[in-house]
């Protein structure tokens, strides 16, 4: 078990430009999350994929923001045309087996100039 | 829709002494879970505890426990015994059990365990 694992861990990007954050689960996890975290606040959902399936959005998820999850395997999360307001720590979980129990990655710290 | 309320921002206890963290919560669901995470400074969140909310039982792991009570929809976080290991950022979640996967969490409560 080698963790949830997420890249970059860091992303300095200028307003208007698209980025894209990758997640890799732990291998047998099924379930994936994806959500931001502001300073001072709790992480905040943004989707879940059920394998390669994407079940849920939230209506955070603006269109500038896509998730995909090919194969079921890593993740991926891409915002477009970003803002200063974008600016947050993106997490990604995994999880299988016991509801609830989500096992997270260390997170991308996207700041937005 | 569900919110989760942590009203205590910063909390510290003394080392070897036993603290509760707060949690209320609004759902109108009758079947969910509960949960209480904890973030350590600049490490990944992990699980500490969990509760199903059909459980009158208090759910309990170790040194951690909580104080469940579904009418007041609240949900407390025992910490007995504390240990420099247990400063974190601890934050209370709610899920939905059958209808879906999206999680809501609270603001947190920072605890700085004293030596």
């Known amino acids: 078990d080698t963790g949830v694992s997420q890249n970059p861990r860091h992303k300095i990007t200028k307003r208007g430009q698209n980025v894209t954050f990758r997640c890799d689960p732990i291998?047998?996890?099924?379930?994936l999350y994806w959500y931001r975290q502001t300073l001072g606040q709790g992480p905040e959902f943004l989707t879940y994929?059920?394998?390669?399936?994407?079940?849920?959005k939230s209506r955070l998820l603006s269109d500038r923001f896509s998730a995909e999850r090919p194969k079921g395997s890593f993740s991926t999360l891409e915002i477009q045309r970003t803002e200063q307001g974008d600016s947050a720590m993106y997490l990604c979980?995994?999880?299988?087996?016991?509801?609830?129990?989500?096992?997270f990655g260390p997170g991308t710290r996207l700041t937005v100039t | 829709a569900q919110t989760v309320t942590q009203s205590q921002p910063e909390m510290s206890v003394q080392e070897a002494e036993t603290v509760t963290l707060s949690c209320t919560y609004d759902?109108?669901?009758?079947?969910?879970?509960l949960f209480w995470y904890k973030q350590p400074p600049s490490r990944q969140m992990i699980l500490v505890i969990r509760?199903?909310?059909?459980?009158?039982q208090n759910a309990t792991e170790n040194r951690f426990s909580v104080n469940f009570q579904k009418a007041a929809k609240s949900f407390s976080l025992k910490i007995s015994d504390s240990q420099l290991g247990d400063t974190a950022m601890y934050f209370c979640?709610?899920?939905?059990?059958?209808?879906?996967?999206?999680?809501?969490f609270g603001t947190g409560t920072s605890l700085t365990v004293i030596p």
């Open positions: 979980a995994s999880s299988s087996g016991l509801p609830g129990r989500q096992y």
């Open positions: 291998s047998e996890h099924n379930r």
């Open positions: 994929f059920q394998n390669e399936a994407q079940l849920e």
């Open positions: 759902t109108s669901e009758n079947n969910y879970y």
């Open positions: 509760q199903e909310a059909y459980k009158q």
């Open positions: 979640a709610f899920m939905k059990q059958f209808t879906g996967n999206q999680f809501y």
